[in-house]
């Protein structure tokens, strides 16, 4: 048993259109890394939380019941910890307030970190809800979207009703996503607050039908049932206006071969899948028509089964 460990866990998009709180999927390439270290020092303690140029964070707190890391790690050493502790330190990869899965990933790369540690580690998919803890402490409500594809990657169903379940899908063939995170911020809990309470009747059956038809079309690489499911007419007329590329980047993903368009988790990213093949030209097109609504950005390509959550060197 090593007395130290560095974890990786990656961003994620959530909702993925249409499963808002109930479908994610893992992205590559873009995380947050987690170091943990067994101590004499009881518990679980936070050292340091610093960013990706090494430098101390400016905004998120070290404090250890402040971080969803440590609040994550916590939950787990309190069930499985023994003698002595664990400190962690953070290195946050993914943008805050993104809508790009920045607090689960935190979260997931802490309780595999700390889990890594223990005397008899538990198998990945038991960490699932010590990583919620962190994430309940962030967005102030339950959805699995974000964590799971993070600490299993690839795309996760993961509906509350059968949490700690969730069902891995297949990914379609050759299908890739692209994301562009517009530099603005949008905070989770408040945009959550904001949703309206209920849904009609018509909106339902609808949304009932794209995700139906999207879960089935992936397991058969459909491109073209894709290309016709993969829509949100619940969520994403309610949250859009806060992002003002919206439309800009919807209709350039759209000229360059998206399959599907929409908001990554609450926003302000935005995501589209399409053929890995146009997946390049597909993020210089959003980028551009994201910088060309004044607003700067940053974008990434992804496989669809993206790795989740590990150690690193
Ligand atoms: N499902 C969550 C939401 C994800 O849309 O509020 C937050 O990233």
Redesign the pocket.
Known sequence: MSDSVTAFAPASI??VAVG??MLGLAMANVGDRVFARRTDTPGVTLAEVRGIDGELHPYLSANVEENTASIAAQALWEVYGTEGGVELKVYKGVPLQS?M?SSAASAVAGVVAVNALLKKPLATELLLPYALEGEKYA?GGV?A??VAPSLLGGMIFCPRVLLPETIRLAVPDGVSSVLVHPDLQIN?AH??KSLARGVAMQQWLSQQGYMGAFITACAASDLSMISKSLKDVV?EPQRKAAVSCFDAVKEAAEKSGALGFSLS??GPSLFALCETSKAGNLATAMEQACRGQGIQCESWVSPMDAPGAHLVD
């Open positions: 959530g909702n808002f709180d809508g899965g967005s959805h979207d974000n989770t945009a959550r969520i988790g609450s």
